[in-house]
């Protein structure tokens, strides 16, 4: 008799339609779907009515459905801050109940605080108790108050800890995105698969699709990326993702002025959901013309097009207790596309990543120094650095063999 598939609902607390859900969450549950999980999704969308209409959600829905996962939404609430907060939180906390007593769920799976939050409070009040997953991907209360969006240890910063720590003790497994923060979190023990308490904890890195996002680079592309782009001859220094708050704009702006300083040729291309108006303010100060860089929003499913125009990758994040549990996604997506990485010291793996592995230059403070010194490092890479660096992202940051085959081995040793 074949034993009934495994049921889960991934909780988060984000919108489907953003680039971190279509790169970060929607690739891990289709390999839960391989592992022969039933995976239901909840989302939180921001501006629900006027974003989605009936058609658009049936044509979404119909879409998932054929990935093997089953699709709910509700509206995420962004004012005021705490008690639209709250107001989710109930509403959330209700929908997943209902959902517990209907499906009979093996696992509730949330990420971050807040979706764990819910699943936690709807598995207290429901008779049928599913395990949980703690998804803890960053150390979400010191990142607010590290990036100034809290007091640090004011009313928000010691309430939400105090909720992390009951989280911490609810969860039957956990995941974190960086050994240091395994490290932080649970200690140093022998058994590194395990808390002490023997509960499972996972280190799983933010990882990448080589098959769907990254096929093997090829010239002809490279070819097509730089003549539309305007930059044939040019060095290409490339920064994804978010700008300001934890992401250090300013010294990414001087870094690249040392840079043109010693290769007139050097180009800065920003993609990035950011307000692209401060990044273009530095860069003019410093002596950038129009022709001198490309700041813009591009589709998540773009980005290996424009990194196949590039030469270098760019990390630059303000190194504190929060980030050293951050496995940033720009990583190895540059690394799959060839590019060795300049990056600041005490950011997650990062530095053990470099060290180790050859694959770009570590710097460890932001004067002109410390990047005159990078640039000199950068121009002693052999030409075979390139497939070094994809060869380290498939071993280390493959979707299939690394990210996926953690999850499901999580689910495996909480459901078996």
Known sequence: M?????????????????????????????????????????????????????????????????????????????????LATAYDIFNGTRFIRNKIREKKLDVLHGRIHVATLMGALARKFSSHKPKLIFDIRGFFPEEYTDAGVWPENGLLYRGAKRVEKWLMDQADGFVVLTEKARGLLFGDEDQRSKAKDQRPVEVIPCCVDFEARFPEPSSSLRDEMREHLGVAGRTVYTHIGA????????????????????????????????????????????????????????????????LAASDVGLSFVKATYATQSRSPTKIPEYLASGLPIIANACVGDVDELITTENVGILIDGFDRDAYQNAIFRLRRFRLDVGPRCREVAIRRFDLETVGGERYRRLYDSLTN
């Open 243 to 306: 700008l300001g708050g934890l992401y250090l704009t300013k010294e990414m702006a001087d870094f690249l002025a040392v840079a043109r300083e010693f290769d007139a040729r050097t180009f800065a291309l920003f993609l990035t959901q950011s307000d692209p108006s401060e990044i273009v303010k530095l860069l003019k100060e410093r002596g950038f013309a129009d022709r001198d860089y490309f700041v813009g929003r591009v589709d998540p499913a773009e980005i290996p097009r424009y």
């Open 2 to 82: 074949t034993e009934p598939a495994k049921r889960t609902l991934y909780i988060c607390y984000f919108g489907l339609r953003e680039p971190l859900v279509q790169t970060q969450v929607l690739p891990y549950l289709r390999e839960l779907v391989k592992g022969g999980i039933e995976v239901s999704l909840v989302t939180f969308e921001p501006d629900f009515s006027s974003k989605w209409n009936e058609e658009q959600i049936a044509a979404r829905k119909h879409g998932l459905i054929q990935q093997g996962i089953d699709w709910d939404l509700l509206a995420y609430h962004k004012t005021p801050s705490a």
